[in-house]
């Protein structure tokens, strides 16, 4: 059903104090939350509720806990037990009252993430935009100059080996059969347990010969549950059948991939994930997915954040970047900054300048130095990474890629503008400390 958003009203209440006259009203948090259009999110995604029901939570509330998460890089679990404890949180999320229990259960953040998808989580990034513009953090005219770049974000799983994912998968098999009244043969515990640790062992002494051996003796004992499974299959029920698809399904491909093969599956559990060399010394292989982020040349406003699956090239994703970037901010930009990557990306309507450029018509002394700032993109990604949660994502499925991309940006919007509020109201004080002490000397100095 759709949710009810709560309206503050006059009057108070006997037994407790409204928020607003225990806490400061000048903290960062209470401003930004008078700064964002939190009406627009409610015309937005009450239709996507059901008109019958239980009534569901405040969409304020809802969006609040997925912008305070973001912004200080939390769990859904560690942000909805902080929110009880925050009078701040609490009235940046709507609150008029000091709540004492837990808003939501945590599971209910997956529900709504699920329920508003990637085109709705752009409404967050977006509002983010127009906060950003309320508070002065970014001025209208950064958005006709952008820079973009693609980064990986890298899904949470370990890094893929074969033995270890033969291992998974016969553990993985073994359980299902279990659940679903499967009798097996044999189920290898002990075996397929010893056979990985001593492939691991033999990998580590260099001993390449004895661990191929064991690592055959793994993939025999994974084929054998699978085929065990595979022939008892039509005699189960059509639950069974459905429950048994998916997994038999990525097993058989499991199994069926070889060495130099491409889109291997590298997790079981998401298969979505792509091994993707970007050319790090430190780091040569990054398993995850690539994303597309577009910054602000000026103000290092992320203006647009893309999930890109499949690896394509980046000189073939500056088109869809771009346009997301003109259906966010309202404008279309004129100039776009990328590194040697994207040549050959065939725009012909936006002037696009390449990393490297030493000549040309209408290189500039400030075009140089543009192309320069083009590299503070770099520190950027690393701040959604390290800050914010966009360096190892939890979320399940390629819609759950997405969603993270895109809220990780809008954290970094948001952790800029509280930024610029704290400073603002330091610097107001300062200037106005400074005033007293000019104006009366005596009276300070006493």
Request: with cysteine.
């Amino acid at each position: 059903m759709r949710p009810k958003e709560r309206t503050k009203t006059a009057q108070s209440d006997l037994f407790r104090l409204k928020l607003a006259n225990v806490i400061d009203l000048r903290h960062e948090l209470c401003r930004l939350g008078e700064r964002i259009h939190w009406q627009g999110l409610v015309d937005q995604f009450g239709p996507l509720y059901a008109e019958q029901g239980r009534p569901g939570v405040p969409i304020r509330l809802m969006a609040g806990l997925h912008y305070l998460k973001h912004v200080f890089g939390l769990s859904d679990e560690v942000v909805v037990k902080s929110w009880v404890e925050n009078p701040y949180w609490q009235y940046f999320c709507g609150e008029e009252y000091f709540q004492h229990c837990l808003p939501i259960d945590p599971s209910q953040m997956t529900r709504f993430r699920t329920r508003l998808g990637a085109e709705g989580c752009e409404k967050l990034l977006e509002l983010t935009i127009t906060a950003g513009l309320a508070t002065q953090a970014v001025k209208p005219t950064s958005f006709t100059q952008v820079t973009v770049d693609t980064t990986v974000q890298e899904k949470a799983i370990a890094f893929p080996t074969d033995g270890r994912l033969y291992h998974k998968g016969r553990v993985w098999l073994v359980r299902l059969a279990k659940l679903s009244g499967i009798e097996l043969r044999q189920s290898y515990r002990r075996k397929g347990k010893q056979a990985l640790f001593m492939q691991q062992r033999y990998a580590a002494a260099r001993q390449m010969r004895r661990a191929r051996r064991e690592l055959k003796r793994s993939k025999v004992y994974l084929g054998r549950v699978y085929r065990d499974i595979q022939r008892q299959l039509p005699q189960q029920a059509a639950a069974v059948q459905e429950r048994l698809a998916e997994p038999m399904a990525r097993v058989a491909r499991l199994l069926a991939q070889q060495r130099q093969d491409k889109h291997k599956l590298y997790s079981l559990h998401a298969p979505e994930v792509e091994c993707i060399a970007k050319g790090k010394a430190h780091k040569k292989y990054e398993f995850g997915i690539k994303v597309s982020l577009a910054v602000t040349q000026r103000d290092n406003f992320i203006v647009g954040a893309l999930a890109l699956p499949g690896n394509p090239y980046d000189g073939h994703t500056l088109p869809a970047a771009l346009h997301q970037v003109q259906r966010l901010t309202g404008t279309k930009p004129e100039r776009c900054f990328v590194d040697r990557g994207y040549r050959g990306h065939g725009i012909d309507d936006i002037s696009v300048h390449i990393a490297g450029q030493r000549r040309g018509l209408g290189l500039t002394r400030a075009l140089r130095r543009a192309l320069k700032r083009r590299n503070a993109i770099e520190p950027i990604i690393g701040h959604t990474k390290h800050d914010g949660l966009m360096g190892r994502n939890y979320l399940k499925g390629a819609s759950g890629d997405a969603i993270n991309a895109i809220l990780a940006a809008a954290g970094h919007n948001l952790r800029i503008i509280l930024r610029k509020l704290r400073l603002s109201w330091l610097f107001f004080w300062r200037a106005l400390l400074r005033d007293l002490r000019q104006n009366f000397p005596a009276v300070t100095a006493a």
